[in-house]
Structures are given as structure tokens and as C-alpha cells.
């Protein structure tokens, strides 16, 4: 690996710590909240590369832990995964990424719980069906953002329980939560990789071309084709 990817890395991880630190809402059930990581976990995955963008993730909540000397309960340890998996889908182009949702489906409803809440987890159909377009922007950026959400609510299940009344109240937030997670990791991404695209012009940061994404740069052409 260039030590051009390793620097980019390291800033791409320390502009998430910095979003770590930017509450957005409670997670019910629980005193942890989302935050703005919610947003930048994903688009590491096409920054970085799906491997590193995982990474990235999983040092950024690691990293979260030892400076501000976070306790280490169950629901901190399981966040780790859903934030690594959605980096993951949003770097890869497969549209076998989609199998994380029935996946996620089977496991919900092989619960007591989840089959007594069933009409929940067929929320996950909706990305299921968004990742025939992963090419879109916003697409992907929905297919990521419950692909977190898929993950991180199995194992919450399957960890904490809650009612099936919990679960079933939490559908219309999800929609709203998600609906706002998705049009923010895909003004995220669209900012960070045009504004790159500029600043790699720049005769001194030219070996910045290599992380940027062609079909994800501001344009008319964008929104013909990719937004």
C-alpha cells in the first residue's frame, strides 16, 4: 500500500472521529446516540476501498473508546459490525451485496420476538430492491444506510429483545431515520469526492486523482446517470 493511501486514511479516519463526537438522535432502547459517523462509515467504503473502508470504521469507534475513555458495554461492541458491513456494501459494485437483506429477514423472523413483529424487518425489502440500481448514488446510499440498519437490528434482537409492540412503533421512525441517513450520506459523498476532484487539479496534489470517483463528481452528466 502507497504512502499516499496510508496518509489519506489516516485523514479520512480522523475526520470521522470528528464526526463520532456529533450526536443526531437517541437510539432507542439504549443511552448511545447516532451520530454524523452514521454518514462517513459508508463512503469509506468507496474512498478507501471496501477492505480499508471497513477498517477504517471499525478503528474510528476503537480508537472513539481509548480517548474518551468510553465503557465497554454489549450494545458498544455489536455497533462495530453494522457500520464496517454498510462500508463494505457502499464500496462494492456487486449487486450480490444484496443478500445481506434476506439474510437479515430469515434471522429476524427465526426469532420469537422478530415473528411476532414480523412486518418490521420486510422494511429491508426496499434496499433489497435499490440494489438492482447501485450505480445510483442514491441508491447505494440508501442500500448502505440499511444495510447498517439491517445488521445492527438482528443482533440488537437477538442481544437486548424489546417487545414486538417496540418494534412495530419503530417503523415509521425508521423511514423518517433512515430516509434522513440516505440523503446525507449522498450529499456526503457527492461533496467530499467534487471537492477532491478540484482540489487533485492542483499541481502539488495530483496523487489525490487516485482516490476520487469519476461518476460521483458534480455535473449535469452526474444526474443523468449517476445521482
Known sequence: MSKQKIFFIIIFTFLSLI??????SKI?????????????APIGGMFLGPLFGAVSAFFVRLINIVLFKQDIDLLTVI??????????YFGLKSKKTA???????????????????WLYPLIWLIPFVATLGKKRLILNSLGATF?????????????????PQIWLSLIPIVFIERGIFTVGIWGSCLAMNT?????????YARILEQFVNK???????????HA
Open 19 to 24: 464526526a463520532f463526537q456529533l450526536p443526531i
Open 28 to 40: 432507542i432502547g439504549s443511552s448511545q446516540s447516532f451520530t454524523l459517523f452514521e454518514l462517513m
Open 79 to 88: 455497533r462495530f459490525l453494522p457500520a464496517m458491513i454498510a462500508a463494505i
Open 99 to 117: 443478500f445481506i437483506f434476506p439474510i437479515c429477514i430469515i434471522l429476524f423472523l427465526s426469532n420469537p420476538i422478530g415473528r411476532q413483529a
Open 147 to 163: 444495510t447498517s440498519h439491517a445488521v445492527g437490528s438482528t443482533i440488537f434482537l437477538y442481544t437486548f429483545g424489546l417487545t
Open 195 to 203: 471537492i477532491l476532484a478540484k482540489i487533485s487539479k492542483i499541481k
Open 215 to 225: 461518476d460521483y463528481i458534480l455535473s449535469q452528466k452526474f444526474f443523468k446517470s
